[in-house]
Every structure is written in C-alpha cells, then in structure tokens.
C-alpha cells in the first residue's frame, strides 16, 4: 500500500475534494474525487442535488426572538461592528468591563448576522441548524450577574456546537432525519460550558453522520441541515468536513466560537478550508459522552475559533475528566489552558520541527516555515515514514455497528425510533430523495462487516502502533518537538496514534483557497501545540474575514 493512503482518511472523514486524483488503496473504496496534497483545486457546485433544508421552517427558528430582536436596528449593528468582528475574547469582555458592550448586544450582534446572512438569501451559508430560543435571557442574566471571584473567560460567551453534540432545549440530529425528534440532556462538555457561565448560541450543520454515511455526497450536507457553503467560496470552494457547519459560522463571524468533533480530520479540514483555527485535541481529554459517535477509539470533540487565544480558553472551558467515558484522562494540566497566556511565549528558539519534504513545493507552507525560523524554530526535513494503515475503513465500521446503538440506548431520546445502523437503513429507504438523496453507502458497508472480539483488538492495536511509528522514528532520529503538516493532510495517522493536532491560517492560494499550517505532537501537548500556533499567528497574522460578510 503506497504511503498515500491517509488520501483514504480525507475521503473517509471527508475534506476538500480533487476530481483529478487517482490513487489505489486498500478495502476497494472508489477514490476518484479524493484529496491530493494541493487544496487549490476549486469546483462548481452548483450541481448539488440539494441546497436548501426542506426540514427547517426558518419563520419558525426565528420565532422566539421576533420581540426581543426588535429594538436591535441596522444602526445598532453597524456601531458594535468594529468591536466585534475579528474580536478575541479578552478584548470583547475589555469592551464590555468599559461599558461598550453588554453580553446581550453580543449575542444579539451574533443573532443579527446569522439571520441576515446564513438562510435564504443570496449570500446564505446555512451553517446553523438551530437556535437557542433562551440564549438573550440567558445572556441578559449573564449581564445582572455579579461576581467575588473573576468567572472564567468564557463566561457570557456566545457558542455554537456541532449538531452531534447533545445539547438540552434543541434536538440533536446529526443532519439525519431520523434523529430529528431527538430531544436530550446536555452532553458532558455541553455541562462544562454551561458551568463556565457560556452562552450556547445554537447548533451548526454537518456533514450528515459525521460524514460517515453516504459516502458520495459534498462536503456539509445533511438532510436536515441541507448544504453548507464556504463563505471564501459559496458554491466554488469545498467546506471541508464534517464540522462544516462550525467551521463556517465562525469563519463568517456568527459566534464567539464553536466546538466540532474528529475522528479523522473532521475538525482539521474545514477549519483550515474556512480559515480559522481549530485543534484535535488527545483522545480523551475531552469527554465524548453525549456526542453521536462515529468511533469511541478515535473520537473527540474540539474548539474552532478564529485565533489561538479563544481556543486556548474554549478548550479550557471543556476539558475534565468523565468517568462515564471509557478514554477520559485525568489530566494534571495545571492552571489549565489558557492563564494570562502563559504558556503563550514569545519564540520558538530551540523548538525542532520536522517539516515533510513532499510538501516543500507548497508556496505557503514555505513561506510558514520561513516564518517560523525568524521566531528560533530549527526545521528538519524529514520523508514520511513507509507504514500502511490497514483496515482503517473496518475500524470504523465495527466500532460505529455497536457504538452508535449505545448512542441511541443511553443518551438518545426516547422520541427517536431507531436503534441500530440497520433501522437507520430502512427508515431513510421510506422516502429515500429526501432523507438519502446521496445514498448512504457507507452505513450500508457498516451492516454488512462483522469481526471477531480478537480480530477487531489486532487491527486496532496495528492501526495505533503504525500510526505511532509513522511520528514516533522520525521524532526520535531528529529529537524533534513536533511536526508541521497542512490541512488535514496526515490527519489519519494523528488519528490512530491518537496524538493531538492544531491548524492555524497560513494564508491562500492564487484562487483564493484557504489553507492552515497544522502542528502534530504528542499525546498531551496541548500546551506546547497552542504555544507554538499562537507565534505562528502572532508572526504571521494570515487570516482575513471572509470579504462578503464584513
């Protein structure tokens, strides 16, 4: 198997698309639009079978703000308009401290700007799925809340979550149909933020099922959600996938922030396609319980924002050990992620990166790496290790065929009348154009693979052990700090070896693409990876808002 095979993971877990690539791989996936090693290839998309939810009334998702959006005029959003956009968290709460701003202007901005630009109209993005109809009474209470103690940073913060993310007083649904009724307590990182004093603003479209289910559909399209589109690009550029939905709201300044969630590049790709900065953090370090999964070994939420400060304090707002998750890990991190920027230094003098040698004919990642050099950063380059990454499709697989009916049994509302991959099946063959106008492939390769209890712990442990190597040999020949990659580019062997990564803005192609310089390290990094990104961005400054959402 050649060494391309993580171009299996990006179709698998699904990121921009190259009709021109041709690779052979293992497990007989048909891979002709699967990603290559450029990001500049862009497509017209205006054949897309569907673009427009036919399952959200978008009178009603409005509804419960109609009275209280009222007094909030075009002259109101234009005056908070140069204290808000592009804002990291600590300058909003100055504007607020000084009396410029209020949590409830905050999220009412927010508010604002998703109804006027995400639905139903020239410029639409449809990155929110649904809204929170409390969310200005709970940030006006933010506002009269008085506090002995500083609370914590993400405090009357506005937070859209990626709509696998159980979340109570909005359904959870994954994109899928079935699930539209699906009606939950808050999952455990949902807790974590509410206990900070967050704001959840809503929830963002995904690619349906984590993009685990139809195999031959666009980026960000869910049959509930429908089809969201790249703010750098509508139409043209690919979301990336499947946190499309967050990575898009944030890009286009709908929210302070939002979380996604990866198996494999889900988080990586569409925050490096929509320019903002998202981090796969350690399996384990956040909770997973409440979130629909795709597979308990790989799975992981994680913060998208728009620069490294906000995902220091989203990720800090998350992290916590859950005993109900069979991975959580109790951390001793300290005072956290994100304290006065602590860990947020001012070089990189001595820090050894390995940089890959393929992908030196890449103008940005050159030039990132030039960047990196003026902060002390040493650059070895290093070739990619030849591992093979075998049945990584089966991993999948067998891990969805019983976690996603634990899913349903445990956490899932008794409102929803699936309970397995199978029943998922037959409910969408009901009204098959619009619940699967894509197919739905994928979960139909999930009934029909079977493994033994032994079989499936071998592959796991290979698939780890590989993925470890693929870093781990390099790292210790070169005594390297960490590695430097684009996109999602080796987000499958992160992936399996379960180390954490970070993709920052680097800049965009001559077609105007976005892409991120991503930082891999080793379990438990976090610190180190959020460290170095925040120089990066720091030194290079390469995100710019999307020109027709300013």
């Not at 500083?150 to 959870?172: F, Q, V």
């Amino acid at each position: 198997m050649r060494l391309s095979i993580f171009f299996l993971f990006s179709f698998l877990i699904f990121s921009c698309k190259n009709p021109k690539a041709d690779h052979s791989v293992s497990d007989n996936i048909a891979l002709e639009d699967a990603m290559v090693f450029s990001n500049d290839s862009i497509k017209d998309f205006r054949a897309f079978k569907v673009l427009d939810s036919e399952y959200i009334n978008v009178s009603e998702l409005w509804e419960p703000f109609e009275n209280d959006l009222n007094d909030f005029t075009d002259e109101t959003y234009n005056r908070l308009k140069p204290l808000i956009l592009e804002a990291n968290i600590p300058t909003l709460h100055e504007h607020i401290s000084s009396g410029k701003l209020s949590y409830e202007l905050l999220t009412k901005f927010y508010l604002y700007r998703i109804r006027k630009f995400d639905r139903e109209n020239s410029l639409s993005l449809n990155s929110v799925i649904s809204l929170n109809p409390n969310v200005i009474k709970e940030a006006i209470k933010a506002d009269n809340t008085d506090f002995e103690v500083e609370p914590h940073a993400i405090y009357g913060m506005p937070i859209l979550l990626k709509d696998n993310i159980n979340t109570e007083g909005m359904p959870t649904t994954a994109g899928a149909v079935a699930l539209q009724n699906n009606n939950t307590e808050d999952a455990f990182v949902v807790k974590q933020l509410k206990s900070k004093g967050a704001l959840i603003l809503g929830k963002t479209n995904l690619s349906e099922w984590a993009y685990f289910f139809c195999g031959d559909c666009p980026s960000g399209y869910s049959a509930v959600g429908g089809q969201t589109l790249n703010p750098y690009g509508r139409r043209i550029m690919d979301t990336g996938g499947s946190s499309s939905g967050s990575g898009v709201a944030v890009a286009a300044n709908f929210c302070v922030g939002a979380v996604g969630s990866e198996t494999s590049g889900s988080i990586l790709s569409p925050s490096s396609q929509n320019s903002v900065v998202g981090l796969k953090p350690t399996i384990g370090l956040l909770s997973r319980s409440g979130i629909v999964p795709i597979s308990s070994t790989l799975d992981t939420p994680g913060p998208m924002t728009k620069n490294v400060t906000d995902n220091a304090i989203l990720l800090d707002a998350m992290f916590g050990f859950d005993d109900s998750d069979s991975k959580s890990i109790a951390t001793k991190s300290g005072t956290g992620f994100y304290g006065n920027k602590a860990s947020f230094k001012n070089d990189l003098t001595g820090k050894r990166f390995g940089a890959f040698k393929r992908l030196m004919e890449d103008s940005l990642y050159v030039r990132a790496i030039a960047e990196l050099k003026i902060k002390g950063a040493v650059i070895i380059e290093v070739e990619e290790e030849k591992v093979d990454l075998p049945d990584f499709l089966r991993l999948l697989n067998l891990d969805m065929k019983t976690d996603l009916p634990e899913y349903l049994s445990d956490y899932a509302s008794n409102e929803v009348a699936v309970a397995s991959v199978q029943d998922v099946i037959d409910f969408n063959k009901k009204d098959s154009l619009n619940r699967m106008p894509y197919g739905q492939k994928l979960f139909e390769g999930i009934v029909a693979d079977s493994s033994s209890h032994e079989a499936f712990q071998e592959i796991k442990n290979t698939l780890k052990a590989n993925g470890r190597s693929f870093y781990d040999k390099p790292m210790k020949e070169h005594n390297l700090d960490g590695f430097l990659s684009i996109n999602n580019y080796h987000a499958g062997f992160a992936a399996v070896a379960e180390y954490p990564a970070i993709t920052v803005p680097m800049g965009y192609t001559e077609k105007g693409a976005p892409k991120g310089l991503t930082f891999i390290g080793k379990p438990l990094s976090e610190n180190d990876l959020l460290g170095w990104a925040y120089i990066y961005e720091q030194v290079s400054k390469r995100r710019k808002a999307p020109k027709n959402y300013n």
